[in-house]
């Protein structure tokens, strides 16, 4: 059953590399700072293209979409301004006067275009406490966000003067510059709490400044220069702000763990008697082979997200494909030639509580790994069975809430805090104003916009909308005679991804339009708005998901079986990480969807999952389970070409590795979970899902299940079908044959 022996008589690719490295230091070093340089350079020279809504239309309502910007039409932007009181009605004196000040304090801007008072457009509330001053921007609608500042600041000033009512403003422009404001928080929080919890564990795992300071400089460097890379190519491929935050998770995570793996085992050489030369060129031959398999694993994951057919997917794929590949390109040039210059210097600036005693000879042949994951492993491996369904169960019951996750574009209520000025303005105007500011837009195009047939339909458009229940006067028309288009703006019911405003769009879609609009000859009648695109995004995603789950599955077992040459290995990877990529879902659902242990993140539930969410997780975890997977599964190989039985194999490979990827995953979850403490729920998401799939897969999938199963199979891990034997072999190469010198206390750094 098992594999055939092949000779490797050369070094592997990674050890190569390695050597190339150490043998010329300077230009290897030199080499990457020019190109962080000229990468960062050139990237700020060229500028980046920011994808646009239009960019990720899908469906009926990217093409309705289409049609508008086919058309040249701009569409100004509009902003709101409510005002309330509890206690007396619009007729009253001083409910005229705050509208009289605001009306005149936004003209004063000059910002606006025009600005409609409630007493002529009648936008007054049926309850008489409520009334909307409507203004229309200035200028092009695209950058009205960077022009609403004087308009908030003239609405804040009336507020202050008439403090008996309520006077808020609220509107796209507003909401995207709350938005783009938040965005540059938050990242710039992530970045500023993320690097030195990552120094932190770093210094708690090796006890030494600068082996620390090492990894996540080069991760620092690796992401820098990847930013330029991304501003390159977004000319080619655009670029978006959910695609520097995932460079920036992914990039510091991967960027760290792939030094910390090198570093890690080229330490661990020295510590057993090893020259530095022969300690740099098996830490190249094998952790330096692992970081090259479990990076290609994550580009190829990553690629599955062009298959969406979304560009801000596609942006995201590129920009975490950029980032990994440079993080793996520092991982395995600059770092062997720094770690060649340095020697055992590495171990300089050692923390006093946090020195590590230096081992023996007699604890450098001990068999490595903490005292408590060798506690762990011993009972599993005497109890594989039982540790295997115990620990099947425990995930299948943690992923169990997925069967009922609902995934939605959330809308702005949800995306921020509770308790968000804006957020509370919107709702006061949805409660006030039924079906505002949720509306949907019909995109009429027909050669007989004037004729009598058209406007019999429009009639009856209306009569029939408003006796759906669902959707609501006032109902307006905007005709452009020169582009043969119109535009019908329906408001609806609901808050723009719930069921009432889904059952809104489909009585909108699936009778309304069809039965009079769509019913004239010639004529094209197409649905957008937010909901529109919401429904329309999320059948794009359902769509994806079988092309993107298949391809990137398909590579991963491809790549994996290249790896360690055995059907066996790479589809138990397969079945591990879609277990824990299944327990993060069920995570997510009962965290955000029902809000279960919510409150401990500064959160609450909003009923649903971000729609881009599930896949990107899906795909990042995939790409990312495989680090501990290929790591851990490489020393395992390793022990097991040197002779030693599988069962023995699978023990030394466990608790050799449990320092270090306990390490690593402490640094990925650390960085995962500050994403999980920004302010927006896309990003919470995001982060709290990955570091629980994270936080699973090095404590579970790697303690628990890997090597009971693993121990259970036996020698059928290294299962390879004759008719495959002609695959090449991907594996480290020879290592060095140097014995390790006898050493002293004194000479050897210690292991860490």
Not at 53 to 73: C, M
Not at 650 to 675: D, K, L, N, R
Request: charged share 15%.
């Amino acid at each position: 059953m098992t594999s055939r022996a092949h000779k490797t008589a050369r070094p592997g690719f990674a050890a190569a590399i390695g050597g190339w490295s150490a043998r010329h230091r300077k230009t290897a070093v030199f080499g990457w700072l020019l190109f962080v340089v000229l990468a960062t350079v050139l990237g700020g020279m060229a500028g980046s293209i920011q994808t646009t809504g239009k960019d990720n239309g899908v469906g009926q309502s990217g093409r309705a979409d289409q049609l508008i910007e086919q058309s040249g039409i701009k569409s100004p932007a509009h902003e709101t301004v409510l005002i309330q009181s509890s206690t007396f009605t619009a007729t009253d004196p001083r409910f005229r006067t705050a509208v009289e000040d605001t009306i005149g304090a936004v003209r004063a801007t000059g910002a606006s275009s025009a600005v409609k008072s409630p007493y002529t457009s009648g936008a007054i509330a049926p309850d008489q406490h409520s009334a909307l001053v409507e203004i229309t921007m200035a200028g092009d609608p695209d950058t009205a966000d960077q022009r609403v500042a004087p308009l908030l600041a003239a609405v804040a000033a009336t507020q202050a003067h008439h403090p008996e009512l309520t006077v808020e403003e609220f509107g796209e422009a507003s909401a995207n510059k709350w938005f783009n404001d938040m965005f540059t928080h938050d990242f710039s929080r992530a970045e500023w709490t993320a690097v030195p919890l990552a120094l932190g564990i770093l210094l708690v795992a090796f006890g030494a400044l600068v082996a620390a300071v090492l990894p996540v400089l080069l991760a620092l460097t690796a992401f820098i220069a990847a930013g330029g890379l991304v501003a390159l190519s977004s000319h080619l491929l655009h670029t978006s702000n959910d695609a520097s935050s995932v460079m920036l998770l992914v990039g510091l995570a991967v960027g760290v763990d792939y030094c910390l793996f090198y570093l890690r085992r080229e330490r661990e050489e020295r510590a057993k008697g090893h020259s530095p030369e022969a300690a740099l060129k098996i830490a190249a031959a094998t952790s330096g082979r692992a970081v090259m398999v479990s990076g290609l694993t994550v580009v190829v994951a990553m690629a599955g997200m062009f298959l969406t057919g979304i560009a801000d997917f596609e942006a995201m794929g590129m920009a975490t494909i950029l980032v990994v590949i440079t993080a793996v390109l520092g991982s395995v040039t600059v770092l062997p030639a720094l770690l060649s210059m340095l020697g055992d210097r590495v171990e300089k600036g050692r923390i006093p509580f946090l020195r590590r005693r230096r081992t023996t000879e007699a604890a450098a042949a001990a068999p490595a790994g903490s005292r408590f994951w060798r506690a762990v492993l011993g009972r599993v491996l005497r109890r594989p069975v039982i540790s295997a369904g115990i620990a099947t169960a425990l995930l299948l019951a943690l992923a169990a809430p997925m069967l009922g996750m609902n995934t939605a574009n959330l809308t702005f209520a949800q995306q921020l805090p509770k308790g968000n000025p804006l957020v509370l303005t919107e709702q006061r105007i949805a409660a006030a104003f039924p079906g505002n500011p949720n509306q949907a837009t019909v995109v009429v195009t027909s050669d007989q916009l004037d004729s009598a047939a058209m406007t019999a339909a429009l009639s009856a458009f209306k009569q029939q909308a408003v006796a759906t229940g669902l959707l609501h006067d006032p109902i307006t028309v905007t005709r452009y005679p020169a582009q043969h288009l119109e535009l019908v703006d329906v408001p609806m019911a609901g808050s723009g991804n719930d069921k009432t405003s889904n059952d809104a769009l489909a009585a909108l879609r699936g009778t309304v339009v069809p039965h009079t609009l769509g019913a004239v000859p010639g004529t094209q009648a197409e649905v957008t708005g937010r909901t529109a695109g919401s429904a329309d995004f999320n059948a794009q995603m359902t769509g994806s998901l079988l092309p993107v789950f298949a391809f990137v599955m398909g590579f991963a077992f491809l790549l994996m079986l290249l790896s360690f040459r055995s059907v066996t290995i790479a589809a138990t990877a397969l079945a591990l990480n879609l277990l824990s990529v299944a327990a993060s879902y069920g995570a997510l659902t009962l965290v955000f969807q029902h809000g279960v242990g919510a409150s401990l993140l500064g959160t609450a539930g909003v009923g649903a999952i971000e729609t881009w969410v599930p896949l990107f997780l899906f795909v990042i975890l995939f790409g990312l389970s495989m680090d501990y997977h290929v790591f851990v599964v490489s020393r395992i190989k390793e022990a097991h070409d040197r002779g030693l039985a599988t069962r023995a194999a699978v023990a030394h490979g466990i608790s050799s590795t449990a320092g270090v990827v306990t390490s690593a995953a402490a640094i990925m979850v650390a960085v995962f979970a500050v994403f999980g403490t920004l302010d927006m729920q896309a990003m919470k998401q995001m982060g709290i899902g990955l570091a629980v799939a994270v936080l699973i897969d090095a404590t579970v999938i790697r303690a628990v299940l890997l090597p009971s199963v693993m121990s259970l199979l036996g020698d059928r891990n290294w299962y390879l079908p004759r008719w495959l034997d002609w695959l090449p072999d991907l594996g480290h190469g020879e290592l060095p044959t140097e014995q390790p010198a006898t050493h002293t206390e004194e000479s050897v750094p210690a292991r860490v």
